[in-house]
């Protein structure tokens, strides 16, 4: 079609007749104007209710065009006008909360989030080296791209099935076996943005249209390395977990890796910043371990949440209580990264847990005693969903959040 200046006139987008009105309006105005100037007292009158009906008018048309205007153009049948006003009246006066971590845990998280404010920064962990991730960082010499996706699609404003094409994998027997559709996006807008990483993750929340921000903590290509109790030692995220020798260190092979800018700025900024759900050793540490990360959380006047997870993870955390997640990230960072706890305190039913014995994970104790003798804050809560596994409810944890917010005072704008 020939582009035009006037596209916006064309049929069927409703703006003339809207647009007629506000013209009909101007000129019954003048008119107005033109007997309200006149020498005879009932015609100044007769101008002045022209003027008025004028005015009305014009409001009238200006407004039915707004309306049109933004029908137009919203997505059909996703959102309306009171949605939008929704979003930018009431969730941009939101908390500004900084989620750092990666994995399910953290996108599951921030997909209830989003619909308590928009001043979300979700910081991700870039270290993952298994699956996808793992073969494109290997051919592209790429961070790791996974938790980036699983962060964007989950504040995705964009319609449904742009979320859907983003997390489809291909199965077909083919090169691109294993692959979410997702990560090659990344991979590809890196490419196409000169190897700006940080670049290809702000297009690609453009093209999702996300509530929110979503950056990498670290732009270096790190890989994780994890020292045993034992003296053994074990490089890439995929291979850490070890159930002959609990976890002692976490390292990064990039020990000059720096924050990126956005996520440092986020955390200097933030009203709220939440460590977790997810994986102790490969999902939350990796990030804190990144030069300046722990010690910007620790400046910070933000209130600091701490989410435990609900089980223990074998070969990671076997055995962990709630405190031994604490005093591990305390170990690995700053004790003042941490001031409230989140805790799990209900059980699973014997079904679920007779199906994780398994496979040797089993609920997180929750300690609350031996955590508040480290000097920090506890809420133990029901936070339990329990489906085709056991993890943390989003409803139930979503609200766990908002009242520990609400009831710390931390002020909508």
Known sequence: MRKTPFKILYPGIGIKRWLTLSLLGIVVVIFGSVFISAPYGFVKIFGFIWIVCGMI????????????????????????????????????????????????GLS??????????????????????????????????????????????????APALMGKLFQYRFDQDSVLK?????????????????????????????????????VPSTVS???????????????????IPNPKSRIKRLLLTDKDAYPTKDSISAIEEADVIIMGPGSLYTSIIPNLIINGMSEAIAKSTALKIYVCNVMTQPGETDNFKASDHVKAIEEHSNRDVIEVCL???????????????????????CDVDKIQEMGYKVVA???????????????????????LIESNRVIKR
């Open 57 to 104: 008018l014009i409001v009238i048309g200006i407004g039915k065009m707004i309306v049109s205007l933004l029908t137009s153009l919203l997505p059909k049948g996703e959102r309306d006008l009171v949605d939008v006003l929704y979003t930018r009246r009431y969730l941009e006066r939101g908390p500004k909360i900084v989620t750092i971590g990666g994995g399910h």
């Open 343 to 365: 805790l799990n305190n209900v059980d699973p039913p014997p079904d679920a847990l007779s199906r994780y014995s398994a496979e040797k994970s089993y609920p997180v104790m």
């Open 381 to 403: 809560v029901d936070l339990l969903s329990v489906a085709d596994y056991v993890r943390h409810d989003s409803q139930k944890l979503n609200k766990a959040i908002i009242d």
């Open 178 to 214: 294993g692959h979410n559709f997702g990560n090659l996006f990344l991979t590809a807008m890196y490419q196409i943005t000169d190897g700006d990483f940080e670049k290809a993750v702000q297009e690609t929340s453009t093209v999702l249209a996300i509530r929110g921000k979503v």
């Open 108 to 157: 599951h998280l921030i997909f209830g989030l989003k619909e308590y404010t928009s001043n979300i920064t979700a910081v991700v962990t870039v270290a993952d080296s298994g699956g996808s991730s793992g073969k494109l960082r290997e051919e592209f010499n790429i961070v790791a791209p996974g938790d980036i996706r699983n962060c964007l699609v989950a504040l995705a404003d």
């Open 221 to 239: 290509n790190i890989h994780l390395i994890a020292e045993y109790e034992d003296g053994t030692k074990t490089k890439g995220e995929a291979k």
